[in-house]
């Protein structure tokens, strides 16, 4: 019993009554920062998607068709349509 009274006579440090304040404080400052962040992101995410349609839009090459490939490529011997040729 006499180091519970011991306990409870002593003064408690400066540094923990004012520990509750720093606490409290440093959570709100993480608090805004997490809103700042948000808010950045979707600024970001606007301009990015504004952009690329911008310039989807303005930039429009014209249609050409691909032309095929095969006449500059000699067929292959183990194509299916070369395998399945009875000549």
């Known amino acids: 019993m006499d180091e ?14 004012t520990l509750d304040e720093r606490v409290l404080s440093a959570l709100a ?3 805004r920062e997490a809103s700042a962040v948000r808010r950045m992101m979707a600024i970001a995410a606007f301009v990015s998607l504004g952009g ?3 310039v989807g839009s303005a930039v429009v090459p014209p249609a050409v068709a691909a032309s095929p ?19």
């Open 4 to 17: 519970l009274r011991i306990l409870n006579e002593a003064q408690v440090p400066i540094e923990l009554e």
């Open 29 to 31: 400052g993480r608090q």
């Open 52 to 54: 690329g349609f911008v």
């Open 69 to 87: 490939i095969t006449p500059l490529i000699p067929a292959s011997p183990l194509a299916p349509s070369t395998l399945l040729d009875s000549r």
